[in-house]
Protein backbone atom coordinates (compact mmCIF):
# COMPACT_ATOMS: atom_id res chain seq x y z
CA UNK A 1 0.00 0.00 0.00
CA UNK A 2 1.15 3.68 -0.85
CA UNK A 3 0.38 6.43 1.37
CA UNK A 4 0.82 9.98 0.38
CA UNK A 5 2.29 11.89 2.61
CA UNK A 6 -0.38 14.27 4.80
CA UNK A 7 -3.19 10.90 4.13
CA UNK A 8 -4.84 9.73 6.81
CA UNK A 9 -5.98 6.01 6.74
CA UNK A 10 -7.91 3.78 8.96
CA UNK A 11 -6.92 0.17 8.57
CA UNK A 12 -8.49 -3.00 9.97
CA UNK A 13 -6.33 -6.17 10.37
CA UNK A 14 -9.10 -9.15 10.01
CA UNK A 15 -6.41 -11.72 10.72
CA UNK A 16 -3.11 -11.29 13.27
CA UNK A 17 -0.39 -9.55 10.45
CA UNK A 18 2.72 -7.87 10.43
CA UNK A 19 2.83 -4.40 9.64
CA UNK A 20 6.02 -2.76 7.76
CA UNK A 21 6.47 0.56 7.02
CA UNK A 22 8.96 2.44 4.62
CA UNK A 23 8.79 5.64 4.41
CA UNK A 24 11.02 8.12 1.87
CA UNK A 25 11.68 11.51 0.35
CA UNK A 26 10.14 11.85 -2.93
CA UNK A 27 13.63 12.89 -4.71
CA UNK A 28 14.90 10.97 -7.50
CA UNK A 29 17.98 8.91 -7.89
CA UNK A 30 20.44 9.99 -11.21
CA UNK A 31 20.00 6.49 -13.07
CA UNK A 32 17.74 6.63 -16.10
CA UNK A 33 15.56 3.48 -15.05
CA UNK A 34 14.71 4.79 -11.68
CA UNK A 35 10.97 4.44 -11.56
CA UNK A 36 9.80 8.08 -10.41
CA UNK A 37 12.33 9.62 -12.41
CA UNK A 38 11.18 7.91 -15.33
CA UNK A 39 7.42 7.86 -14.41
CA UNK A 40 8.09 11.73 -13.53
CA UNK A 41 9.26 12.48 -16.80
CA UNK A 42 6.40 11.15 -18.58
CA UNK A 43 3.47 12.89 -16.26
CA UNK A 44 1.76 14.65 -19.03
CA UNK A 45 1.56 11.59 -21.09
CA UNK A 46 0.28 9.96 -17.66
CA UNK A 47 -2.50 12.92 -17.20
CA UNK A 48 -3.63 12.44 -20.47
CA UNK A 49 -4.38 8.59 -19.86
CA UNK A 50 -6.61 9.36 -16.93
CA UNK A 51 -4.77 7.18 -14.62
CA UNK A 52 -6.89 6.68 -11.55
CA UNK A 53 -5.00 6.53 -7.98
CA UNK A 54 -4.96 2.63 -6.85
CA UNK A 55 -2.80 2.95 -3.33
CA UNK A 56 -2.54 -0.82 -3.85
CA UNK A 57 0.02 -3.40 -5.46
CA UNK A 58 -0.67 -7.33 -5.41
CA UNK A 59 2.30 -9.04 -3.41
CA UNK A 60 4.30 -11.53 -6.12
CA UNK A 61 6.87 -13.93 -4.80
CA UNK A 62 9.71 -10.90 -5.49
CA UNK A 63 8.01 -8.90 -2.93
CA UNK A 64 7.06 -11.27 -0.79
CA UNK A 65 10.73 -12.85 -0.59
CA UNK A 66 11.79 -8.88 -0.13
CA UNK A 67 9.65 -8.56 2.75
CA UNK A 68 10.62 -11.81 4.42
CA UNK A 69 14.19 -10.62 4.40
CA UNK A 70 13.37 -7.47 5.84
CA UNK A 71 11.70 -9.43 8.31
CA UNK A 72 14.48 -11.07 9.80
CA UNK A 73 16.95 -7.95 9.42
CA UNK A 74 14.48 -6.42 11.64
CA UNK A 75 13.66 -9.33 14.16
CA UNK A 76 17.70 -9.33 14.42
CA UNK A 77 17.89 -5.57 15.56
CA UNK A 78 19.77 -4.81 12.27
CA UNK A 79 20.25 -0.69 12.50
CA UNK A 80 22.63 -0.42 9.83
CA UNK A 81 22.08 2.49 7.82
CA UNK A 82 23.69 1.51 4.63
CA UNK A 83 21.74 -1.46 4.41
CA UNK A 84 18.69 -0.05 4.67
CA UNK A 85 19.67 2.35 1.90
CA UNK A 86 20.50 -0.52 0.02
CA UNK A 87 17.26 -2.45 0.64
CA UNK A 88 15.21 1.09 -0.50
CA UNK A 89 17.08 0.16 -3.72
CA UNK A 90 16.34 -3.06 -4.07
CA UNK A 91 12.98 -2.33 -3.77
CA UNK A 92 12.64 -0.19 -5.78
CA UNK A 93 14.62 -2.31 -8.32
CA UNK A 94 12.20 -4.76 -7.63
CA UNK A 95 8.91 -2.41 -8.57
CA UNK A 96 10.45 -1.48 -11.39
CA UNK A 97 11.10 -5.09 -12.44
CA UNK A 98 8.36 -6.97 -11.86
CA UNK A 99 5.17 -4.49 -12.58
CA UNK A 100 4.19 -2.99 -15.61
CA UNK A 101 4.59 0.82 -16.20
CA UNK A 102 0.78 0.98 -15.86
CA UNK A 103 0.38 -0.64 -12.75
CA UNK A 104 3.31 1.76 -11.24
CA UNK A 105 1.51 4.66 -12.47
CA UNK A 106 -1.17 4.01 -10.93
CA UNK A 107 0.44 3.10 -7.81
CA UNK A 108 2.63 6.56 -7.40
CA UNK A 109 0.12 9.00 -9.21
CA UNK A 110 0.06 11.39 -6.08
CA UNK A 111 3.73 11.24 -5.86
CA UNK A 112 3.98 12.05 -9.77
CA UNK A 113 1.25 14.45 -10.20
CA UNK A 114 2.55 16.88 -6.46
CA UNK A 115 6.44 16.34 -6.99
CA UNK A 116 6.50 20.44 -8.52
CA UNK A 117 8.73 22.84 -5.86
CA UNK A 118 5.86 24.58 -4.92
CA UNK A 119 3.28 21.73 -4.20
CA UNK A 120 5.95 19.76 -2.35
CA UNK A 121 6.45 23.18 0.05
CA UNK A 122 2.80 23.42 0.32
CA UNK A 123 2.69 19.85 1.42
CA UNK A 124 4.88 20.29 3.98
CA UNK A 125 3.86 23.58 4.99
CA UNK A 126 0.14 23.26 5.11
CA UNK A 127 -0.46 21.42 9.07
CA UNK A 128 1.86 24.44 10.59
CA UNK A 129 -0.40 27.19 9.02
CA UNK A 130 -3.77 28.86 9.74
CA UNK A 131 -4.50 31.34 6.77
CA UNK A 132 -3.66 31.63 3.75
CA UNK A 133 -1.41 34.76 4.59
CA UNK A 134 1.14 32.13 7.13
CA UNK A 135 1.07 29.84 4.87
CA UNK A 136 2.24 31.99 1.76
CA UNK A 137 4.69 33.34 4.12
CA UNK A 138 6.00 30.09 4.91
CA UNK A 139 6.63 28.97 1.64
CA UNK A 140 8.81 32.10 1.00
CA UNK A 141 6.13 33.12 -1.38
CA UNK A 142 4.73 37.28 -1.46
CA UNK A 143 0.65 36.58 -0.76
CA UNK A 144 -0.15 38.05 -4.69
CA UNK A 145 2.31 35.75 -5.87
CA UNK A 146 0.64 32.71 -3.93
CA UNK A 147 -2.30 32.76 -4.40
CA UNK A 148 -1.76 33.21 -8.16
CA UNK A 149 1.07 30.00 -8.13
CA UNK A 150 -1.47 28.33 -6.08
CA UNK A 151 -4.81 28.77 -8.22
CA UNK A 152 -2.71 27.80 -11.23
CA UNK A 153 -1.31 24.54 -9.43
CA UNK A 154 -4.43 23.37 -7.28
CA UNK A 155 -6.87 24.78 -9.59
CA UNK A 156 -8.61 26.82 -7.13
CA UNK A 157 -8.35 29.45 -4.40
CA UNK A 158 -6.14 28.74 -1.77
CA UNK A 159 -8.45 29.82 1.23
CA UNK A 160 -11.29 26.81 -0.32
CA UNK A 161 -8.67 24.32 -0.29
CA UNK A 162 -7.07 25.05 2.83
CA UNK A 163 -10.66 25.02 3.99
CA UNK A 164 -11.77 21.26 2.13
CA UNK A 165 -8.36 20.11 3.84
CA UNK A 166 -9.17 21.07 7.42
CA UNK A 167 -12.62 19.48 6.63
CA UNK A 168 -11.27 16.16 5.34
CA UNK A 169 -9.06 16.40 8.72
CA UNK A 170 -11.75 16.61 10.78
CA UNK A 171 -13.98 14.16 9.11
CA UNK A 172 -11.23 11.51 10.22
CA UNK A 173 -11.04 12.76 13.45
CA UNK A 174 -15.19 12.32 13.69
CA UNK A 175 -15.10 8.87 12.62
CA UNK A 176 -12.77 7.97 15.27
CA UNK A 177 -15.57 7.60 18.46
CA UNK A 178 -12.73 7.47 20.75
CA UNK A 179 -11.71 11.25 20.45
CA UNK A 180 -13.39 13.66 22.55
CA UNK A 181 -14.68 16.97 20.54
CA UNK A 182 -12.47 18.46 23.01
CA UNK A 183 -9.36 17.40 21.60
CA UNK A 184 -11.13 18.57 18.06
CA UNK A 185 -11.76 22.20 19.19
CA UNK A 186 -8.50 22.32 20.39
CA UNK A 187 -6.22 20.45 17.70
CA UNK A 188 -8.22 22.35 14.88
CA UNK A 189 -7.71 26.02 16.35
CA UNK A 190 -11.52 26.36 17.46
CA UNK A 191 -12.95 28.95 19.78
CA UNK A 192 -15.57 27.13 21.07
CA UNK A 193 -17.85 23.62 20.22
CA UNK A 194 -20.38 26.76 18.27
CA UNK A 195 -17.59 27.64 15.78
CA UNK A 196 -16.66 23.92 15.33
CA UNK A 197 -20.77 22.78 14.48
CA UNK A 198 -20.47 26.09 12.21
CA UNK A 199 -17.72 24.67 10.54
CA UNK A 200 -18.58 21.33 10.49
CA UNK A 201 -22.71 22.63 8.64
CA UNK A 202 -21.01 24.39 6.41
CA UNK A 203 -18.59 21.80 4.88
CA UNK A 204 -19.93 18.76 6.21
CA UNK A 205 -23.22 19.59 6.05
CA UNK A 206 -24.38 18.36 9.34
CA UNK A 207 -23.46 18.79 13.18
CA UNK A 208 -20.52 17.22 14.62
CA UNK A 209 -22.98 14.88 16.72
CA UNK A 210 -24.79 13.98 14.08
CA UNK A 211 -21.47 12.99 11.55
CA UNK A 212 -20.01 10.71 14.15
CA UNK A 213 -23.08 9.02 14.44
CA UNK A 214 -23.72 8.17 10.67
CA UNK A 215 -20.31 6.98 10.33
CA UNK A 216 -20.72 5.03 13.44
CA UNK A 217 -24.03 3.32 11.88
CA UNK A 218 -22.10 3.11 8.35
CA UNK A 219 -18.93 0.79 10.10
CA UNK A 220 -21.66 -1.15 11.97
Known amino acids: MFIPKKSEFIVTASEKSNLIIHSFCSTYGPSRNCILRKLYEHRDEINKQNISFCNQLTINGAIKCFLNNVTYYIQDGIGNKSLWNLKHRELFNILY ?74 MTKLSMSYIPFADIIEEFKFNSSQELSRFCKKYLGDTPSNIRIKRQEQND
Open 97 to 170: SYYEEHELQSFFYPLINLNEPFKISIMNNMDKAHSVTELASLCDYGIVTFRRLFKKKFGMPAYQWMQEQKAEKI
